[in-house]
């Protein structure tokens, strides 16, 4: 079932998935503040033929991925990702493209990229989840970051993360005791580790690059 997007002439859809394991709402504000107009969906046959996906997660990664799964999208985004339909993953959405994570050993990711998401290693100085701002440095030439003056700062809360050893196109690292993948590009799989929709300006500027320089490229 989707909630149908109301006409506007000039701004481009993306389907924003409603699996029921991410913040929908505040997403699809976010997207539509950014120039896009958003149709949310719960029902894995709008995928076939999308503009581009939107993949929203929060929560425990066997608990995202289950309800994904459970929902029926996994194939129908595989298919999209691989036909090269634009995917964009926030939060958990982000660590979903990966082939798993230490949060749940054996709950296979959607293996779009290889490697696994590692858990932090708290200390005195920092507490597990990361909770608050931090920056964004730039590596190569993402098109969500294309532009963009850095450092720029984005809103976190996440305890596990994508390592450097993870071999995308480009992106932005960002540092919590370890450094590691705050957003990256890989071919048409886009993603933000943290929130772009409480980052205020720098999450807006992010997302507009997504449809400038992705959707309307």
Not at 18 to 24: F, I, K, P, Q, S
Not at 77 to 103: F, H, K, N, W, Y
Request: charged share 20%; hydrophobic share 40%.
């Amino acid at each position: 079932m989707s909630t149908p997007a109301p006409a506007t002439e000039g701004r481009p859809e993306v389907l924003l998935l409603d699996y029921g394991a991410g913040n929908v709402r505040s997403a699809a504000k976010a997207l539509e503040r950014a120039g896009m107009t958003v149709r949310v969906s719960s029902d894995p046959a709008d995928v076939p033929g999308a503009r581009a996906l939107v993949v929203p997660g929060q929560g425990h990664f066997r608990q995202v991925m289950d309800a994904f799964d459970t929902s029926g999208f996994r194939q129908p985004v595989l298919d999209a990702a691989r036909g090269g339909t634009p995917i964009l993953g926030i939060c958990v959405g982000m660590q979903m493209l990966l082939e798993g994570s230490e949060e749940a050993p054996g709950v296979q990711g959607l293996g779009l990229i290889p490697g696994t998401v590692l858990r932090f290693q708290g200390d005195a100085q920092r507490k597990v989840p990361q909770m608050g701002w931090n920056s964004l440095d730039k590596v190569g030439d993402s098109p969500l970051l294309n532009d963009l003056a850095c450092p720029a700062y984005a809103y976190f809360v996440h305890s596990y993360y994508v390592p450097l050893t993870v071999d995308v196109d480009a992106g932005a690292i960002t540092e919590y005791g370890v450094p590691f993948w705050a957003a990256f590009s890989h071919g048409n799989l886009h993603a933000t580790q943290f929130h772009p929709e409480k980052s205020g300006a720098v999450g807006l500027a992010i997302l507009e690059r997504f449809r400038r320089n992705v959707l309307e490229n």
